[in-house]
């Protein structure tokens, strides 16, 4: 079975622009979460999308956004981009519980984001 | 809320030494907790979970971990390093009633393995 997927692997944006990055989760997997990894903050928790809707959110301005398909896939999107959003981005997949329980998380590779 | 503290950024053994990663947590309720390992440049690969089932849990690649809920550790070891086990390790911590703030994790130990 594949495991998580997320394009683009990396990416170079400079301050003010937009940039979306794409997750493809476990095939079966109806959960998808996102992380931010940063040298100083280490691994935060963005959100989580649950059968298209956002069901919990982290700590995070709202230039921070993502969403969810029919087919489980998702998609992050930064808006207004700012040096310090420059970080390894990670999604994460589980089969998802409808009672909202975190399960066993599975992670993709991650995309890379700098931003100039 | 949870927390989750990872004692020693960095940790140096011998190849064929015992290692030993510690993890403590701190939670409301009896949590469910995982060790993840991340290579360079690459995502997070869970090695193993406790979800309130046996206490000592065994994992990919040799590693374990014990869950001590009157110490409020969950420590990650494995009896004899190898090469290969060179990485990052995380433990991490979530709420079994919801998942309002994902999971919670700890900085990270860099784990170094001397030839």
């Known amino acids: 079975k594949a495991g998580v997927t997320q394009t683009p692997r990396y990416l170079i944006k400079t301050r003010g622009q937009q940039v979306t990055l794409s997750c493809s989760p476990i095939?079966?997997?109806?959960?998808v979460s996102w992380y931010q990894q940063t040298p100083g903050q280490g691994l935060q928790f963005l959100f989580e999308?649950?059968?298209?809707?956002?069901?919990n959110k982290g700590n995070f301005p709202g230039r921070f956004s993502g969403r969810q398909f029919s087919n489980s896939r998702s998609e992050m999107n930064v808006s207004t981009l700012e040096l310090g959003d420059s970080a390894l981005y990670l999604c994460?997949?589980?089969?998802?519980?409808?009672?909202?329980?975190?399960?066993?998380?599975?992670f993709g590779p991650g995309t890379r984001l700098t931003v100039l | 809320a949870q927390s989750v503290t990872q004692l020693g950024s960095h940790v140096s053994v011998s190849e064929g030494a015992l290692v030993l990663l510690r993890c403590n947590y701190s939670?409301?309720?009896?949590?469910?907790l995982f060790w993840y390992v991340q290579y360079p440049n690459q995502g997070l690969q869970l090695l193993l979970k406790?979800?309130?089932?046996?206490?000592l849990v065994k994992g990919i690649n040799g590693f374990e971990a014990e869950f001590k809920k009157s110490e409020t550790s969950f420590h990650l070891t494995k009896p004899s390093a190898h090469m290969s086990d060179a990485a990052e390790y995380f433990c991490?911590?979530?709420?079994?009633?919801?998942?309002?703030?994902?999971?919670?994790f700890g900085k990270g130990t860099h784990l170094i393995i001397q030839p």
């Open positions: 994460a997949s589980s089969w998802g519980t409808s009672g909202g329980q975190v399960d066993t998380q599975y």
């Open positions: 406790y979800t309130s089932a046996a206490t």
């Open positions: 095939s079966g997997h109806r959960s």
């Open positions: 939670s409301s309720v009896p949590p469910y």
């Open positions: 999308y649950f059968s298209e809707t956002q069901r």
């Open positions: 991490a911590v979530s709420d079994p009633g919801g998942g309002a703030d994902g999971l919670t």
